[in-house]
């Protein structure tokens, strides 16, 4: 049985390469470490002539994790506490589904013609859209929340 006791213990710190020795260990497995990410971020591709290409993984970066909007866009709870937009924008349709990212609003700017916009777009540089509802959207203005809703059908 391997016996180990304080006084060798003490001998063993006490040495004057231990410092030394603990930053080598340190440091190797700092590299080891190192070495097991880069790994883990390429692949090796071997085709059938014998080749072997390296891959490398796509990683996101902070600000693409940012972007992803993992909780949603904060939006008011109450939709009519949202006012009304002046902006001079007709809301002419909406395709509501999942996932999110395929929604889309037709919008026009006054007498122009309509374009379709999804989330996140800028709608001629004056308010970017932030939500497309079943009967409207919300858009953002200078930090400001506003809605915009469909006309009403006439009978």
């Known amino acids: 049985m391997l016996a180990f006791n304080t006084a060798d213990f003490r001998s063993l ?16 497995i700092f590299i080891l470490s190192l070495t097991h990410v880069i790994s883990l971020q390429t692949n090796k ?10 891959t490398t993984k796509v990683i996101p970066s902070a600000s693409d994790i940012v ?9 008011a709870d109450n ?16 395709m509501v589904k999942e996932p999110i990212a395929e929604q889309t609003a037709l ?20 308010a970017t859209l932030v939500e497309i509802l079943n009967d409207g959207v919300i858009l ?3 930090g400001q929340l506003e809605r915009l809703m469909l006309r009403p059908k006439k009978d």
């Open 140 to 142: 953002n203005r200078n």
């Open 13 to 28: 710190v006490s040495h004057p390469y231990a410092p030394k020795i603990a930053l080598a260990i340190s440091g190797f």
């Open 107 to 126: 919008i026009s700017n006054g007498g122009a013609p309509a374009k379709v916009y999804r989330i996140g777009d800028s709608i001629d540089g004056k």
């Open 79 to 94: 939709y009519d506490t949202i006012v009304k937009t002046q902006l001079p924008f007709i809301l002419q349709g909406v």
């Open 45 to 54: 591709v071997e085709n059938n002539t014998g080749e072997v290409a390296i």
């Open 67 to 75: 972007n992803f909007h993992l909780f949603g866009i904060a939006t």
